[in-house]
């Protein structure tokens, strides 16, 4: 891979194994929009960006080259040998069909706090109402960074809000295990800090913990916001997909990468049951 810097922006060229409109848009985060003239538009860790992909370039426009090898590489995980991955993992016959189908997934390193309470809020719900949602706490409670931009905010900034203040997000009974949350990492009950530090297994009892976050949830946070591979959510798709075909479990060729072959079979599986 390699990025040069052209008029205030990042072009990447040389890089395999990355489709940035299905890393945004398979179910991992919620804050991302496609624009009309096809750019993709986000905000991250207070940043915001538009990001274009054509041919064998992607452009990050009007970013500074901090912000690309602070927030933009981790996030979309571009120092990890994908290519390699999806090699091994593909030994199984099905992650070889998902694979093929939907190459250029790669794990989003979302913001630790960012992905558990997005995830928190994700239970029962669909995408664009989990979009909503989210949306209406950033506008309520982050930072104004642009004309129609929030930040995602801190629990920090959120430490002295009860269950009422959440009511015009209309999260219903997700609201009440937001503020648990906030409340346990507030008071240090929790902390995200030596959760990713932790051995998975006590990283997932630290962050059960908190009130209506259970197996997938703290699987989802494990994955999506600490970068934990080896996590591997189970939603009704996967429970599927293991029914059908992983009986026994997954297979050995996707052991320490279990999350990314996750992320390749459920967006294989879902899109498959609606086409």
């Not at 050995?252 to 990468?257: I, L, P, Q, V, Y």
Request: proline share 3%; with cysteine; hydrophobic share 35%.
């Amino acid at each position: 891979m390699k990025h040069i810097i052209k008029n205030k922006d990042i072009i990447l060229s040389d890089i395999s194994c990355l489709d940035v409109e299905l890393c945004l848009f398979c179910g991992q985060a919620f804050r991302w929009q496609k624009k009309e003239n096809g750019a993709f538009h986000g905000v991250v860790k207070g940043r915001a960006v538009d990001i274009i992909q054509k041919e064998n370039e992607i452009i990050f426009l009007n970013t500074s080259e901090k912000d690309f090898l602070d927030i933009w590489l981790p996030y979309f995980d571009l120092e990890r040998n994908y290519e390699e991955i999806c090699k091994k993992i593909s030994e199984d016959k099905y992650i070889n069909e998902a694979a093929k189908e939907y190459y250029g997934i790669r794990i989003l390193r979302q913001d630790s706090w960012e992905a558990l309470c997005s995830f928190i809020i994700s239970q029962n719900n669909n995408i664009p109402r989990i979009s909503g949602i989210i949306g209406r706490l950033c506008e309520a409670f982050g930072d104004r960074i642009g004309e129609n931009d929030y930040s995602f905010p801190t629990y920090e900034k959120m430490k002295d809000l009860t269950v009422e203040d959440l009511a015009p997000l209309r999260a219903g009974f997700r609201s009440k295990y937001i503020i648990d949350a906030v409340q346990k990492l507030n008071s240090g009950e929790i902390s995200l800090n030596e959760i990713e530090k932790m051995p998975i297994e006590k990283a997932r009892e630290e962050l059960m913990k908190i009130k209506g976050v259970g197996a997938k949830v703290a699987e989802c946070t494990l994955l999506y916001g600490f970068g934990r591979i080896e996590a591997f959510p189970v939603d009704v798709w996967v429970k599927r997909i293991m029914a059908e075909l992983y009986e026994d479990g997954l297979p050995e060729c996707t052991k320490g990468n279990e999350g990314i072959a996750q992320q390749y079979l459920f967006h294989w599986r879902r899109n498959k049951e609606n086409k």
